[in-house]
């Protein structure tokens, strides 16, 4: 009886050990690899010093291509609109030295016209305590709508850029400024 009860409780751990998912871990916490920044939470911590994440959307955070450097990490709509799948991309630019936030603007505002994009909006705001300037502008030729919202901290620039048609733009936004409500500076 007694090898049939120690036989009974290998068996049952056994079957408990076998149903258990493989360890999820990196080899450095934090990393790309690890579960904290994993698509799964939508969450990005990022090596220039701010965190952002999904929140409560259903938006999913992916890799950026690998062929724009600048772009730290994105986030996608689940579904697409008119053949065109919404986003959000993080990108951060180095500075040479530091500049006001209102300099930094100025500095892009000139390209936008050159660019095809005409101005709907530009002021500066507070996005949870922090600093920031919002941009809205339109490109009338594809019909794209983008909204920018820029971080600045020591010499980094960390811009997110809420883009898709401009006949779902209004819907998308409301997305995007739930995920541009969690950046966070960390240090």
């Known amino acids: 009886m007694k090898l049939r009860t120690s036989s009974l409780k290998f068996s049952l751990l056994f079957i408990v050990f076998s149903f258990l ?39 999913i955070q992916s890799q950026p291509p690998k062929d724009i450097a600048s772009l730290t990490t994105l986030y996608r709509s689940p579904t697409l609109n008119q053949g065109v799948q919404a986003s959000l991309t993080v990108r951060v630019d180095r500075l040479k030295e530091e500049t006001s936030l209102n300099r930094y603007v100025r500095q892009w505002m000139k390209d936008y016209p050159r660019l095809g994009f005409e101005v709907l909006s530009s002021k500066p705001l507070r996005v949870n305590g922090q600093t920031a300037h919002l941009l809205d502008v339109i490109n009338k030729a594809s019909a794209k709508q983008l909204r920018q919202i820029v971080f600045i901290k020591n010499r980094t620039a960390v811009v997110l850029t809420c883009r898709d048609h401009r006949e779902t733009f209004d819907e998308t936004v409301k997305t995007c400024n739930e995920i541009i409500k969690n950046f966070h500076w960390r240090i």
Do not use: N, R
């Open 21 to 59: 998912g493989t360890a999820q871990a990196a080899p450095i916490p934090g990393t790309s690899s690890s579960v904290l920044v994993g698509a799964d939470l939508g969450k990005f911590i990022s090596e220039y010093g701010f965190t952002i994440h999904a929140g409560g959307t259903s938006w």
